[in-house]
Nanobody
Framework: QVQLVESGGGLVQAGGSLRLSCAAS????????AAWFRQAPGKEREFVVR????????VYADSVKGRITFSRDNAKNMVYLQMNSLNPEDSAVYYC?????????????????WGQGTQVTVSS
């Protein structure tokens, strides 16, 4: 049974930082492409960042470029999201997700496994 568990969310002031973690069981991140999405109240879930194993590169949404960094620890079977210079518009539930798409994808519907999400709230 596949399970993704996010952690690290919380309340932070604008300009602050948070590091989100996603632990996987039942699958290995070395065999799948992972991504982070987020969903703010009243808004659709949106793409934040993904990693493509095939190309060995990370793709970021324009809204987070330069402020957010995706990383992996294959030995621990975890992925991370380092978020800096946070602003209130970054407040959302952040989800870790995995796709079987060979080259990775930004499309939400292509992701087959999802975590339960972790809340990030940025105060102004």
């Amino acid at each position: 049974q596949v399970q993704l568990v996010e952690s690290g969310g919380g309340l932070v002031q604008a300009g602050g930082s948070l590091r989100l973690s996603c632990a996987a069981s039942g699958l290995s991140f070395t065999n799948y492409n992972a991504a982070w999405f987020r969903q703010a109240p009243g808004k659709e879930r949106e793409f934040v960042v993904r990693f493509s194993r095939a190309f060995g590169r990370t793709v970021y949404a324009d809204s987070v470029k330069g402020r957010i960094t995706f990383s992996r620890d294959n030995a621990k079977n975890m992925v991370y999201l380092q978020m800096n210079s946070l602003n209130p518009e970054d407040s959302a539930v952040y989800y870790c997700a995995v796709t079987t798409a060979q080259y990775g994808t930004n499309r939400l519907n292509d992701y087959v496994y999802w975590g339960q999400g972790t809340q990030v709230t940025v105060s102004s």
